[in-house]
C-alpha cells in the first residue's frame, strides 16, 4: 500500500510562485518515476512535468521556463517549484508515481492541491 501526499497549493498573485512537495510512503520497494499533473474547471487534466528517479525530466510546453520539478530521493518526495505564474495555471494539481512494491509495480495519485493565481 502507497500513498502520496501533497502540500504546498495557495492563492497568489500573477507573477508570484509557489513549492508544491509530494511525499510518498507505506511498502515501497523503489520509484520509477513521479509526475504533476493539473486539471482546471471544465478541461481535462493534463500533464504539467515528468521526473524520473534518475533524474531525467520533461515539462509542458504552457510551464517550460517557469516551473521546475526536483526530487528528494532519500524522502520519496517530488517537488515542483512554480514561478512566474500565471492566471492560466489555475487548476487542482496532482502528483503521480510509478511505485513498485513487493507486490506489483503500479500508478498512484495524490489527492490535488488547489493552486490559484489571481491576475
Known amino acids: 500500500q502507497v500513498q502520496l501526499v501533497e502540500s504546498g497549493g495557495g492563492l497568489v498573485q500573477a507573477g508570484g510562485s509557489l513549492r508544491l512537495s509530494c511525499a510518498a510512503s507505506?511498502?515501497?520497494?523503489?520509484?520509477?518515476?513521479m509526475a504533476w499533473y493539473r486539471q482546471a474547471p471544465g478541461e481535462q487534466r493534463e500533464s504539467v512535468a515528468r521526473?524520473?528517479?534518475?533524474?531525467?525530466?520533461n515539462y509542458a510546453d504552457s510551464v517550460k521556463g517557469r516551473f521546475t520539478i526536483s526530487t528528494d530521493n532519500a524522502k520519496n518526495t517530488v517537488n515542483l517549484q512554480m514561478n512566474s505564474l500565471k492566471p492560466e495555471d489555475t487548476a487542482v494539481y496532482y502528483c503521480?508515481?510509478?511505485?513498485?512494491?513487493?507486490?506489483?509495480?503500479?500508478?498512484?495519485w495524490g489527492q490535488g492541491t488547489q493552486v490559484t493565481v489571481l491576475s
Open positions: 521526473i524520473t528517479w534518475d533524474g531525467s525530466t
Open positions: 503521480a508515481g510509478v511505485i513498485r512494491t513487493l507486490s506489483d509495480v503500479r500508478d498512484y
Open positions: 507505506g511498502s515501497i520497494s523503489s520509484i520509477n518515476s
